[in-house]
Nanobody, 122 residues
């Protein structure tokens, strides 16, 4: 069993900052990819930021220079630091992992967190 638990969402004024955390627990062999998605009301879920096991990162254009994805490998935890927040960043944010479990080390499986609301007021 693998579980992803998020924390850190909330309400913030435009220009403010929030830091999201995602902790993965359970029978994890290796996390290959860790990322953050978001879904605003009436819109499709979109990939916001992603980090590979090698440390390379990628961001959607709208958050470049404002958001930073980072990780603590020892704790199977990753973060999304969000600065200079804008009302259009309002969404439910989900963490995501592509990982291999101890029971199926040869297969990469996809896991999701439960989502955390981020609301940016103007």
């Amino acid at each position: 069993q693998v579980q992803l638990v998020e924390s850190g969402g909330g309400l913030v004024q435009a220009g403010g900052s929030l830091r999201l955390s995602c902790e993965a627990s359970g029978s994890i062999f290796r996390i290959n990819v860790m990322g953050w998605y978001r879904q605003a009301p009436g819109k499709q879920r979109e990939l916001v930021a992603v980090m590979s096991s090698g440390g390379s990162t990628s961001y959607i254009d709208s958050v470049k220079g404002r958001f930073t994805i980072s990780r603590d490998n020892a704790k199977n935890t990753w973060f999304l630091q969000m600065n200079s927040l804008k009302p259009e960043d309002t969404a439910v944010y989900y963490c995501n992992a592509g990982l291999r479990t101890l029971q199926a080390m040869g297969v990469q499986q996809n896991y999701w967190g439960q989502g955390t609301q981020v609301t940016v007021s103007s």
